[in-house]
């Protein structure tokens, strides 16, 4: 099946900083990636969706000029988190369409877990 | 907008044996998909079973199947023969078949199975 790689897997940083995710689809092309963030123990909330070439489409209540995405190729899709705050530590996951059809199936990054000390 | 319930925040099952995980679902909209992934301790979010809206039969995937009410907006997923590895977080999740793709997912069911 496709594949969909997240790095950094884990990362620490100090408040105020700013981190970047990356999300890679490794053997198909994606035109849209998602962008979700799961709390402990909680569902997966959708944040925003990346079309390649274009602006990220953020979902109500998402902060746009904190959480920058950029999808620059049909491969590569990144979540900066800037200024980055405690509350903001949570597990960022991120899928990839495959194909422009309706009924293409998500493919899931492993996700990246953001501690913001 | 279309919300996905989880009424199940736990369950548990004996190995060998069948358990039922249920989910509905509020929606305006003729044509959807509907799916469950299972999140295993790992994180990584795994598609246990999809079933499109305007397929009256029910999916099935080996030991997984689906009982999709579509009048009653209900998609339970019925796992036989429970395995060791089945235990996980098991979300329901809607997806529109018109624009945006994104998945609009339940809060989740744990499920335990004990050997």
């Known amino acids: 099946g496709a594949v969909v790689s997240q790095h950094p897997s884990w990362v620490i940083c100090k408040s105020g900083t700013s981190v970047k995710i990356e999300c890679r689809s490794l053997?198909?092309?994606?035109?849209?990636m998602f962008w979700y963030r799961q709390f402990p123990k909680q569902s997966l909330m959708l944040m925003a969706t990346?079309?390649?070439?274009?602006?990220?489409?953020?979902e109500q209540g998402v902060e746009k000029d904190k959480f920058l995405i950029n999808h620059a190729s049909l491969t590569l899709s990144t979540l900066t988190v800037t200024s980055a705050h405690p509350e903001d530590s949570s597990f960022y996951i991120c899928?990839?369409?495959?194909?422009?059809?309706?009924?293409?199936?998500?493919?899931f990054g492993p996700g990246t877990r953001l501690t913001v000390l | 907008a279309q919300t996905v319930t989880q009424s199940q925040p736990e369950m548990s099952v004996q190995e060998a044996e069948t358990v039922t995980l249920s989910c509905t679902y509020d929606?305006?909209?003729?044509?959807?998909?509907l799916f469950w992934y299972k999140q295993p301790p790992s994180r990584q979010m795994i598609l246990v079973i999809r079933?499109?809206?305007?397929?009256?039969q029910n999916a099935t995937e080996n030991r997984f199947s689906v009982n999709f009410q579509k009048a009653a907006k209900s998609f339970s997923l019925k796992i036989s023969d429970s395995q060791l590895g089945d235990a996980a977080m098991y979300f329901c999740?809607?997806?529109?078949?018109?624009?945006?793709?994104?998945?609009?997912f339940g809060k989740g069911t744990s499920l335990l199975v004990t050997p």
């Open positions: 079933q499109e809206a305007y397929k009256q």
């Open positions: 053997d198909f092309q994606a035109t849209t």
């Open positions: 929606t305006s909209e003729s044509d959807y998909y």
């Open positions: 999740a809607y997806r529109s078949a018109g624009t945006g793709y994104a998945l609009n």
């Open positions: 990346s079309n390649e070439g274009s602006k990220a489409t953020y």
């Open positions: 899928s990839a369409r495959l194909g422009l059809a309706g009924n293409n199936e998500q493919f």
